[in-house]
């Protein structure tokens, strides 16, 4: 499967931006996917992810409650709503995808492909 991460840009603190990842080859319904995010000089550090049906998510600690993921497998497409941004979310975000499919995973060992990457910068 090849994903497509889109939707990053430079926001100020407090703003929102909604990130999407579109999935094109194998059927993308049966995947659990997953947003990561990567600072300069930092590990590739777990954000949210999501079961195959929607039906389980997770998200990390210093997220929880400001940012959501969704997924339309109509549309072969997951999100990432990013809201209250602080500078701190600065980073490139990717997403991931799982191909066992159950659960909201948070390791990347679990999944099996990734997106190239989009760059959110949030200013102070």
């Known amino acids: 499967v090849q994903l497509q991460a889109s939707g990053g840009g430079l926001v100020q603190a407090g703003g929102s931006l909604r990130l999407s990842c579109a999935a094109s080859g194998r059927p993308f319904g049966s995947y659990a996917m997953g947003w990561f995010r990567q600072a300069p000089g930092k590990e590739r550090e777990f954000v949210a992810a999501?079961?195959?049906?929607?039906?389980?998510?997770g998200y990390a600690r210093s997220v929880k409650g400001r940012f959501t993921i969704s997924r339309d497998n109509a549309k072969n497409t997951v999100y990432l709503q990013m809201n209250s941004l602080k500078p701190e979310d600065t980073a490139v975000y990717y997403c991931?995808?799982?191909?066992?499919?159950?659960?909201?995973?948070?390791?990347?060992?679990?999944?099996?492909?990734w997106g190239q990457g989009t760059q959110v910068t949030v200013s102070s």
């Open positions: 999501i079961s195959w049906n929607g039906g389980s998510t």
């Open positions: 991931a995808a799982d191909s066992y499919g159950v659960g909201a995973p948070r390791s990347t060992d679990e999944y099996d492909y």
